[in-house]
């Protein structure tokens, strides 16, 4: 265990006892991620290159054979949320809201607990003992900037209680659980690129993934090791009409799949893209499949830069995705352009933002011997512009969910 791991751990540890009393059995972490490339894809049956995050969610952990379940954050105001295992049901810890009080939050970890009682692989259907937890959370993920801080409570939750109880998951498997808590129990409708990088990604590597048949490749991205950086920007602004443009971007693209006879976006070849469009009756729909299909193409660009060994060459594939969001999909943002836009001015290889668009974070890659620079040239544009100070930090491709304290 290296010093900042052995911090979390006593953190949790401490944590855990001032609230539930007792010892943890263990402590888990799921770490929050960013996107290297694939945006606006995963439901388009596309793909996506998501890479973990240092930042993570540990989960300390205790069995209880009452049936309850017990949670607690020390991220958000209020008390340990008490809750029946037998009595989870979507609707019943209520959604989120950004509230953060009233306990709202609990839903993510609570539907991890009713996903894996759903597939039948939570203890207590048996008549045997009821299975429950004492859940200490903590994180270190910036919550609600695109960082992915859902996922990791989501995937952390589940390492902790298959640690617990012996459940046997696969990373996929636990991926897949947790998209459905998330889907149905709290009822926010994301794709599956958010738990399966929390759930299975690998130090000094982006996961490449088909969203459609989740099949996974790790690619060597060691980013240090070629002297370069990654820097995170979170605008740390979210604008309000995310969710309601996200449906309809979504019910865009599934109506120009309709339109054009295929399943799903994905199935448009990058070669045919010119008579896919000429072949669209509605023009709304055009710019959306323009980008679908580009960005699934920049994925392939990617992978076969880093294949090569040509990190460096994959900055402008970036900036090219951002091009694509901004000007075709429309999920930008001003704070978001800025971003990009400073950074390429003052030397950084390639930026774009990341995740699903209007606020939250930006990537940009570039030299280490520039880093400093570019990051100072951002913050000044935004204090230029008005805006508030931005929060960065690097992006250091780490390792996926696991137990911390051994
Ligand atoms: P993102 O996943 O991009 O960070 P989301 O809106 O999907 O943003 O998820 C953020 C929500 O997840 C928070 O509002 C909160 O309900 C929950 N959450 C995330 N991390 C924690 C935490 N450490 N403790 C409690 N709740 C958390
Ligand atoms: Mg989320």
């Given at each position: 265990?290296?010093?900042?791991?052995?911090?979390?751990?006593?953190?949790?540890?401490?944590?855990?006892?001032?609230?539930?009393?007792?010892?943890?059995?263990?402590?888990w972490?799921a770490?929050?991620?960013?996107?290297?490339?694939?945006?606006?894809?995963?439901?388009?049956?596309?793909?996506?290159?998501?890479?973990?995050?240092?930042?993570?969610t540990?989960v300390?952990a205790?069995?209880?054979?009452?049936g309850?379940l017990?949670v607690?954050?020390?991220?958000?105001?209020?008390?340990?949320v008490?809750l029946h295992v037998a009595k989870l049901a979507p609707g019943v810890v209520g959604g989120d809201?950004?509230?953060?009080?009233?306990?709202?939050w609990a839903a993510y970890p609570a539907g991890v607990v009713w996903a894996l009682r759903e597939a039948g692989v939570f203890p207590g259907e048996?008549?045997?003992?009821a299975g429950g937890a004492?859940l200490?959370v903590?994180?270190?993920?910036?919550?609600?900037?695109?960082?992915s801080?859902s996922a990791a409570l989501e995937v952390a939750t589940a390492v902790a209680l298959d640690g617990l109880y012996?459940l046997g998951l696969t990373p996929e498997r636990t991926a897949l659980l947790c998209r459905r808590a998330e889907n149905e129990f709290v009822g926010v409708p994301s794709g599956i690129?958010d738990q399966m990088?929390s759930a299975?990604?690998?130090?000094?590597?982006?996961?490449?993934?088909?969203?459609?048949?989740l099949?996974?490749?790790?690619?060597?991205?060691?980013?240090?090791?070629?002297?370069?950086?990654?820097?995170?920007?979170?605008?740390?602004?979210?604008?309000?009409?995310?969710?309601?443009?996200?449906?309809?971007?979504?019910?865009?693209?599934?109506?120009?799949?309709?339109?054009?006879?295929?399943?799903?976006?994905?199935?448009?070849?990058?070669?045919?893209?010119?008579?896919?469009?000429?072949?669209?009756?509605?023009?709304?729909?055009?710019?959306?499949?323009?980008?679908?299909?580009?960005?699934?193409?920049?994925?392939?660009?990617?992978?076969?830069?880093?294949?090569?060994?040509?990190?460096?060459?994959?900055?402008?594939?970036?900036?090219?995705?951002?091009?694509?969001?901004?000007?075709?999909?429309?999920?930008?943002?001003?704070?978001?352009?800025?971003?990009?836009?400073?950074?390429?001015?003052?030397?950084?290889?390639?930026?774009?933002?990341?995740?699903?668009?209007?606020?939250?974070?930006?990537?940009?890659?570039?030299?280490?011997?520039?880093?400093?620079?570019?990051?100072?040239?951002?913050?000044?544009?935004?204090?230029?512009?008005?805006?508030?100070?931005?929060?960065?930090?690097?992006?250091?491709?780490?390792?996926?969910a696991?137990?911390?304290?051994?």
């Open positions: 265990m290296n010093a900042t791991a052995e911090a979390a751990v006593r953190q949790a540890v401490e944590g855990f006892r001032a609230v539930h009393g007792g010892e943890p059995a263990g402590v972490a770490p929050g991620r960013v996107n290297l490339i694939g945006e606006h894809t995963d439901y388009n049956d596309g793909f996506v290159m998501p890479l973990a995050l240092p930042h993570t540990r300390a205790a069995r209880r054979d009452d309850v017990n607690h954050s020390a991220d958000v105001p209020g008390d340990t008490r809201g950004g509230d953060g009080g009233t306990g709202g048996s008549g045997r003992a004492d200490y903590h994180s270190d993920v910036p919550a609600g900037a695109g960082l801080s012996g690129m990088a299975c990604c690998t130090a000094g590597h982006a996961l490449y993934l088909d969203t459609r048949d099949t996974c490749r790790q690619v060597p991205f060691d980013l240090a090791a070629e002297g370069l950086r990654l820097l995170v920007v979170d605008t740390r602004v979210q604008h309000a009409l995310g969710d309601g443009e996200y449906a309809r971007r979504r019910a865009g693209c599934e109506a120009a799949a309709a339109a054009l006879g295929v399943r799903a976006l994905r199935d448009v070849p990058y070669g045919e893209l010119d008579s896919a469009l000429a072949r669209l009756a509605d023009p709304a729909l055009r710019p959306l499949v323009r980008h679908v299909v580009t960005e699934d193409q920049r994925v392939r660009e990617v992978i076969t830069r880093l294949d090569a060994g040509e990190t460096r060459a994959i900055g402008p594939v970036l900036t090219a995705g951002h091009a694509s969001l901004r000007d075709d999909f429309a999920v930008s943002c001003p704070e978001l352009d800025l971003v990009v836009e400073t950074a390429v001015a003052a030397g950084a290889l390639g930026a774009r933002m990341t995740g699903g668009g209007f606020g939250g974070s930006a990537i940009v890659l570039v030299e280490e011997a520039g880093a400093e620079e570019v990051g100072a040239a951002v913050t000044d544009a935004f204090a230029a512009a008005g805006h508030r100070a931005p929060r960065l930090f690097e992006a250091v491709p780490s390792e996926g696991r137990r911390l304290d051994r």
